[in-house]
C-alpha cells in the first residue's frame, strides 16, 4: 500500500477501535460543536488502554495525512505564524472568554455579539472580534453568525475549575517572550537560557521567580494545570498499591503537592511528605486545605521545606522526584543527594516525559492494537508505518521548554541509563502511562 492509502487505513482502523472502546465503556463518541464536557473530558478520567493507544495513533495518523495533503510551502507559511494561536488564547484566558460564552444566559445556537463581550472587557470592538475568530478558526469557540461567538467543547475546558488553561496561561505570560530568544541563545556556548535573555535575570530560573511574584504565581498555577490531568493514570500505571503500609513518599520539588494529593486519595496506606522551596508552603496548604480538608487533617500528607541540593534527610524512603528542568551537573548534584538517602530497598521514580526520537521507519510496521490488552498492565502500542516511531507532540514540547528555560532536557531511555549509572544508580524499569509522562524507576547500582 502507498504512504497515504496505508494512512488512510490507519485512521479508519483507529477510529474503529476508538469509537468500540467509547461503546463498551458506556460513553457517547466525540463531538466538538456541543458547549458540553465529554465524561473523557474529566481530568480524572481514566482511558481504557485500547483507547489510550487507539487515539494516540489515531492523532499522529491525521497529523502526518495533513502534512501528506498540505503544500509543504504552506505549511511552512503556516507554521511561522504558530504564535498568533498562543497569543489569541492568552487573550481569551486573560479575559475568561469562554466563561462568559458558556454563561446558561448565552443561546447557543445564535452566540454573543463580539463587540458586546469587547465593551465588557473595554476593548475595542473589531480588534477583540477578529482575535475571537481567530480562535473560532481554531475550534476553541464558534462564529454562529459573521461577529457573533458561542462555545463548544473546547471552551468548556478552557472554564474554571479546569487547570488546563493555567498551563496555557504561562506561555503568554512568560513563555513566548522566552520562544522569542531560542535561536539567539544557541550560539552563546555557556549557560544563558533563551528565559534569562528574554527576562534579564542571570541565576536559575527558580531563583528568579522568588523575586518576580507576578512570575511565581504564574509558573506555580502552571505546575498545576500542566500535571493535574495526569494524576489518575499516573496512579492506574505504577503499582502503588504493592508497597508496604509503612511507606513513606518523598515528593522532592512536589510543588503544589497535586501529586501527593492524588497518592493519598488513592492509596490509604500510603503517606506523602512534600518537599519543596519554603514560598511554596503557602499554595500547597491552600491545595490540600481546599481538596482534601480530612486527608490534610490527618496528617498523612504534610510539607517540608527543603533545598534538593541539600542532602536528603529522610532515609530509607521512596521517592520522587522530576530533574528536566536542571543542566546535567545539576542533575547530578541533586541525584547525589538523594542516593545518600537510599537504602537498597529505596527506589526513586522520575516522573518525566521520557523521549523516543521520532525515526522514521524504514521498514513495514503493521498497526496492531491486538497487542494492547485492556485487562493487563498499560503498554504502549508499536507505532505503525508509516508513522515516525515516538510520534510524540507533547513529549518533545516539553523538551523544547526545558532547553528553552533552563538548557535542561527530556531524556531517551539511554540517556537515562548514562545519567543514572555516572551517580551510581541503575535504571529498574521505564513504567509508560497513559499520559506524556513515563515513571522511570531507579534504584542503586
Ligand atoms: C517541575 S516543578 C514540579 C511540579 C510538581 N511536581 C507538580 O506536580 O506540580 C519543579 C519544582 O521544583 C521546585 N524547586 C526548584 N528548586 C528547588 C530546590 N533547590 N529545592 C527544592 N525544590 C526546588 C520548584 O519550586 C517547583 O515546585
Given at each position: 500500500?502507498?504512504?497515504?492509502q ?8 483507529s ?5 468500540s472502546?467509547?461503546?463498551s465503556?458506556?460513553l457517547?463518541e ?7 464536557a465529554?465524561?473523557?473530558d ?5 482511558p ?8 494516540r495513533?489515531?492523532l499522529?495518523a491525521?497529523r ?7 503544500p ?7 507554521a ?11 487573550t481569551a484566558?486573560?479575559y475568561?472568554v ?7 444566559s448565552?443561546?447557543?445556537e445564535k ?12 476593548l475595542?470592538?473589531?480588534?477583540f472580534?477578529?482575535v475571537m ?7 476553541y469557540?464558534?462564529?454562529t453568525s459573521e461577529?457573533?461567538?458561542?462555545a ?16 496555557a496561561a504561562?506561555?503568554?505570560?512568560f ?5 522569542t ?5 544557541l550560539?552563546i556556548?555557556e549557560?544563558r537560557?533563551?528565559?534569562q535573555l ?8 527558580f531563583t528568579f521567580?522568588?523575586t ?14 500542566t ?9 492506574a500505571?505504577y503499582?502503588w ?7 513513606v513518599?518523598i515528593d522532592?520539588g512536589?510543588?503544589e503537592?497535586?501529586?501527593g494529593?492524588a497518592i ?20 500547597a ?7 482534601i480538608?480530612?486527608i ?5 500528607i504534610a ?16 521517592y520522587?522526584c ?12 541533586i541525584?547525589n543527594c538523594l542516593k545518600?538517602?537510599m537504602?537498597p530497598?529505596s527506589?526513586?521514580?522520575?516522573i518525566e ?6 525515526v522514521?521507519?524504514s521498514a513495514y510496521?503493521?498497526f496492531?492494537?491486538g497487542?494492547?490488552n485492556?485487562?493487563?498492565?498499560f503498554?504502549?502500542a508499536?507505532?505503525p508505518w ?8 507533547l513529549e518533545?514540547t ?7 528555560n533552563f ?8 540517556e537515562?541509563r ?10 529498574v524499569k521505564i ?8 515513571i522511570?524507576?531507579?534504584a542503586?547500582?
Amino acid at each position: 500500500m502507498s504512504e497515504i492509502q496505508t494512512l488512510r487505513s490507519i485512521i479508519n482502523d483507529s477510529l474503529d477501535i476508538m469509537q468500540s472502546e467509547l461503546n463498551s465503556a458506556n460513553l457517547p463518541e466525540f463531538w466538538v460543536s456541543i458547549p458540553e464536557a465529554h465524561p473523557a473530558d474529566a481530568p480524572d478520567f481514566l482511558p481504557s488502554p485500547r483507547l489510550c493507544e487507539s487515539r494516540r495513533i489515531l492523532l499522529a495518523a491525521l497529523r502526518m495525512m495533513a502534512t501528506a495533503i498540505q503544500p509543504p510551502s504552506e505549511k511552512i507559511i503556516e507554521a511561522g505564524w504558530c504564535h498568533q494561536e498562543a497569543s489569541a488564547l492568552t487573550t481569551a484566558i486573560k479575559y475568561n472568554v469562554a466563561q462568559d460564552l458558556c454563561d446558561a444566559s448565552v443561546d447557543q445556537e445564535k452566540g454573543v455579539e463580539g463587540a458586546i463581550l469587547a465593551s465588557k472587557y473595554g476593548l475595542l470592538p473589531d480588534e477583540f472580534t477578529r482575535v475571537m475568530r481567530a480562535l473560532a478558526a481554531k475550534h476553541y469557540i464558534r462564529e454562529t453568525s459573521e461577529g457573533c461567538f458561542a462555545a463548544n467543547r473546547v471552551s468548556v475546558a478552557l472554564t474554571p475549575p479546569n487547570a488546563a488553561p493555567r498551563a496555557a496561561a504561562y506561555n503568554g505570560g512568560f513563555g513566548l517572550a522566552v520562544a522569542t530568544r531560542l535561536t539567539d541563545s544557541l550560539d552563546i556556548h555557556e549557560h544563558r537560557t533563551a528565559a534569562q535573555l528574554a527576562h534579564g535575570y542571570d541565576t536559575d530560573l527558580f531563583t528568579f521567580l522568588t523575586t518576580n511574584s507576578k512570575y511565581f504565581n504564574i509558573f506555580t498555577a502552571a505546575m498545576t494545570g500542566t500535571y493535574d490531568a495526569t494524576h489518575a493514570s499516573l496512579m492506574a500505571d505504577y503499582p502503588w498499591a504493592e508497597l508496604s503500609s509503612d511507606t513513606v513518599v518523598i515528593d522532592i520539588g512536589g510543588g503544589e503537592g497535586g501529586l501527593g494529593m492524588a497518592i493519598v486519595k488513592a492509596f490509604p496506606h500510603l503517606k506523602v511528605i512534600n518537599q519543596d522551596r519554603p514560598e511554596v508552603q503557602a499554595p500547597a496548604y491552600k491545595n490540600w486545605q481546599s481538596h482534601i480538608p480530612d486527608i490534610f487533617e490527618s496528617g498523612r500528607i504534610a510539607f517540608e521545606p527543603h533545598n534538593f541540593f541539600d542532602p536528603e534527610p529522610r532515609k530509607g524512603a521512596q521517592y520522587l522526584c522530576i530533574i528536566h528542568d536542571w543542566p546535567y551537573d545539576d542533575c547530578v548534584a541533586i541525584l547525589n543527594c538523594l542516593k545518600s538517602a537510599m537504602v537498597p530497598s529505596s527506589r526513586l521514580l522520575i516522573i518525566e516525559n521520557v523521549v523516543y526520537p521520532p525515526v522514521s521507519p524504514s521498514a513495514y510496521v503493521p498497526f496492531m492494537l491486538g497487542s494492547v490488552n485492556n485487562r493487563q498492565a498499560f503498554k504502549k502500542a508499536d507505532t505503525p508505518w508509516p508513522l515516525p516511531n515516538g510520534s510524540q507532540v507533547l513529549e518533545l514540547t516539553h523538551d523544547y521548554e526545558m532547553l528553552s528555560n533552563f538548557k535542561a532536557k527530556e531524556r531517551t531511555p539511554s540517556e537515562w541509563r548514562s545519567l543514572l549509572g555516572d551517580v551510581g544508580m541503575k535504571m529498574v524499569k521505564i513504567w509508560p502511562t497513559r499520559t506524556p509522562f513515563s515513571i522511570v524507576e531507579a534504584a542503586l547500582e
